[in-house]
T-cell receptor, first 115, second 112 residues
Framework: AQSVTQLDSHVSVSEGTPVLLRCNYSSSYSPSLFWYVQHPNKGLQLLLKYTSAATLVKGINGFEAEFKKSETSFHLTKPSAHMSDAAEYFC?????????????FGGGTRLMVKP | DGGITQSPKYLFRKEGQNVTLSCEQNLNHDAMYWYRQDPGQGLRLIYY???????QKGDIAEGYSVSREKKESFPLTVTSAQKNPTAFYLCASRSSLNYGYTFGSGTRLTVV
């Protein structure tokens, strides 16, 4: 079964410094992978998705992620953090090819941005 | 604009009461989902429906019930059998064209 592990429950950066949110996946085949962002008491918004095309995926708000099969990783990065990036981020993988297209969520990483 | 509307945003329930959370979408999506979110646990699937008049249990369906009488609507009832209902509940729908998910803004349920 597909699963994802977010390696850090909390990450704190200063405004203007790089962001790295780590995600490792486990899958019996090359999966699709997603990153979602959730601002406090809000729903989830799709940041970017990998669907076996280019391994470097660019998303909204300057975020990007690189799919590395050899490392089974899909880390999310941004060159320069902004205060508005403070939120919770989820790495997500579809469960199985025909399992109702349900999603499996990582535990989330809360990003804090200091002024 | 198309989207998903969840209501109410905040809900308080006394122990022993059933409450129903509303989820309405005008995206013409066939599939709809209910997730529960607790701190540090990501989102866990409660129920999902891929088509009108059909729904399936997710990972944590005990103490919950749903209906799907209309394509646009997928209400979730939290029954008195749910032992720990205080949580943030998110509804989602999925397009059958591009498989993209859309999430509602959530309902925060607190048992008092």
């Amino acid at each position: 079964a597909q699963s994802v592990t977010q390696l850090d429950s909390h990450v704190s950066v200063s405004e203007g410094t790089p962001v790295l949110l780590r995600c490792n996946y486990s899958s019996s085949y090359s999966p699709s992978l997603f990153w979602y962002v959730q601002h406090p008491n809000k729903g989830l918004q799709l940041l970017l998705k990998y669907t076996s095309a280019a391994t470097l995926v660019k998303g909204i708000n300057g975020f990007e992620a690189e799919f590395k099969k050899s490392e089974t990783s899909f880390h999310l990065t941004k060159p320069s953090a902004h205060m508005s990036d403070a939120a919770e981020y989820f790495c997500v993988v579809p469960r199985e090819r025909n399992a109702g297209n349900m999603l499996t969520f990582g535990g989330g990483t809360r990003l804090m941005v200091k002024p | 604009d198309g989207g998903i509307t969840q209501s109410p945003k905040y809900l308080f329930r006394k122990e022993g009461q059933n409450v129903t959370l509303s989820c309405e979408q005008n995206l013409n999506h066939d599939a709809m989902y209910w997730y529960r979110q607790d701190p540090g646990q990501g989102l866990r699937l409660i129920y999902y429906s891929q088509i009108v008049n059909d729904f399936q249990k997710g990972d944590i369906a005990e103490g919950y019930s749903v209906s799907r009488e209309k394509k646009e609507s997928f209400p979730l009832t939290v029954t008195s059998a749910q032992k720990n209902p205080t949580a943030f509940y998110l509804c989602a729908s999925r397009s059958s064209l591009n498989y993209g998910y859309t999430f509602g803004s959530g309902t925060r349920l607190t048992v008092v």
